[in-house]
T-cell receptor, first 114, second 114 residues
Framework: QQKVQQSPESLIVPEGGMASLNCTSS?????YFWWYRQHSGKSPKMLM?????GEKEEGRFTVHLNKASLHTSLHIRDSQPSDSALYLC??????????????FGIGTLLSVKP | EAAVTQSPRSKVAVTGGKVTLSCHQT?????MYWYRQDTGHGLRLIHY???????EKGDIPDGYKASRPSQENFSLILELASLSQTAVYFC?????????????FGAGTRLSVL
């Protein structure tokens, strides 16, 4: 079973619209959540991180976190064609003497149509 | 800018052959990771390391070995390559995943096993 689940698997939104992506972990060892973005043919790059309950906004991007339910969501307002990419949710898990490891979800493929 | 360099960028290998993928980082990071990416599976963790001369198993270690001879270098070894190991492989480095630290990825290695 995937330790980090993302939904939906794919999403199409019109240019200027709102995209909402979800991510949940089933592992209580989770410490922190990140969102990475991967454009086609490129390597992933960190988009936003969130470590505390609540909301964090950076420009058109807003991230929410509910630590009790281990659920995070990413919202992109005024979506642009350049936002079309694979969005990966990642959670760090601490297993004591084995250190931290970062586990990724399958991703949500976002397409923004002009 | 953090730098992670992977070599080779692409490789064609024969079934049963030995393949070595190399990764070099100049970020002075303690943590290094190897992930593979397949369509529909996001990024899956193969091996990771948080100190030189020591490696840890990730979620899909079978069929792979890892070597961390120095802080800067981390290799992934496929002793007997199989068709199922055809994928894109990403190396990444980071500081300990405790705060705002992020993973920095290399450009990836596209491996085709025939």
């Amino acid at each position: 079973q995937q330790k980090v689940q993302q939904s939906p698997e794919s999403l199409i939104v019109p240019e200027g619209g709102m995209a909402s992506l979800n991510c949940t972990s089933s592992d209580r060892n989770v410490d922190y959540f990140w969102w990475y973005r991967q454009h086609s043919g490129k390597s992933p790059k960190m988009l936003m991180s969130i470590f505390s309950n609540g909301e964090k906004e950076e420009g058109r991007f807003t991230v929410h976190l509910n630590k009790a339910s281990l659920h995070t969501s990413l919202h992109i307002r005024d979506s642009q064609p350049s936002d079309s990419a694979l969005y990966l949710c990642a959670a760090s898990m601490n297993y004591g003497s084995s250190g931290n490891k970062l586990i990724f979800g399958i991703g949500t493929l976002l397409s923004v149509k002009p | 800018e953090a730098a992670v360099t992977q070599s080779p960028r692409s490789k064609v290998a024969v079934t049963g052959g030995k393949v070595t993928l190399s990764c070099h980082q100049t970020n002075n990071h303690d943590y290094m990771y190897w992930y593979r990416q397949d369509t529909g599976h996001g990024l899956r963790l193969i091996h990771y390391s948080y100190v030189a001369d020591s490696t840890e198993k990730g979620d899909i270690p079978d069929g792979y070995k890892a070597s961390r001879p120095s802080q800067e270098n981390f290799s992934l070894i496929l002793e007997l390559a199989s068709l199922s190991q055809t994928a894109v492989y990403f190396c990444a480095s980071s500081d300990e995943l405790r705060s705002q630290n992020t993973l920095y990825f290399g450009a990836g290695t596209r491996l085709s096993v025939l």
